[in-house]
């Protein structure tokens, strides 16, 4: 799927309105659904395309992956979702055992953090979003490693 059929898909039918409530015209939102391989033709350069850039130039700045990918794993998480990134084809057992640990060191934070809200008989908004953050992550986590097992060699 590209950038644009996205936008697409998700503005449907409801451009102008999606417009009011980005403080934007109702022209770009309708640019945006259009294909623009080099924008230069009727399309415009969407929010997708520019998320895609930052992402892109943080791996080429060398930042690790979890940090370049922060933007799609807060979208995941902002709307009930875990980003999973695929694993490598070429899986070895030492990336699997590297991946298992990970599993238990996140599954410990979500411990620790749930422990440590705990404490007091209270859970405060604060504590509750803490303890949904690294309960999200143990379960990407987990998930990975079930997803590298399958592939691994």
């Known amino acids: 799927m590209e950038s644009y059929e996205a936008i697409s898909r998700a503005i449907g039918k409801e ?20 294909p623009s391989a080099d924008f230069t033709s009727s399309g415009a350069y969407n929010p997708l395309d520019r998320v ?10 060398g930042k690790p992956q979890e940090d370049a990918f922060a933007l799609i794993y ?10 999973l990134p695929c694993p490598p084809s070429n899986c070895d057992l030492g990336a699997l055992s590297k991946q298992l640990v990970k599993c ?14 705990l404490d007091d ?23 990975q490693l079930i997803r590298m097992a399958k592939e691994a060699r």
């Open 15 to 34: 451009a102008v309105a999606h417009a009011r409530r980005l403080r934007l015209s109702t022209r770009l939102i309708y640019k945006w659904m259009e």
């Open 52 to 61: 895609e850039e930052i992402i892109a130039g943080a791996l080429r700045l």
């Open 74 to 83: 807060f979208l995941a998480y902002r709307f009930g979702g875990v980003y």
């Open 104 to 117: 238990i060191q996140e599954f410990s934070e979500c411990a620790a953090e749930t422990a440590k809200a």
């Open 121 to 143: 008989d209270f859970l405060s908004p604060v504590e509750r979003k803490r303890i949904i953050k690294e309960g999200h992550d143990a379960v990407a986590a987990i998930t």
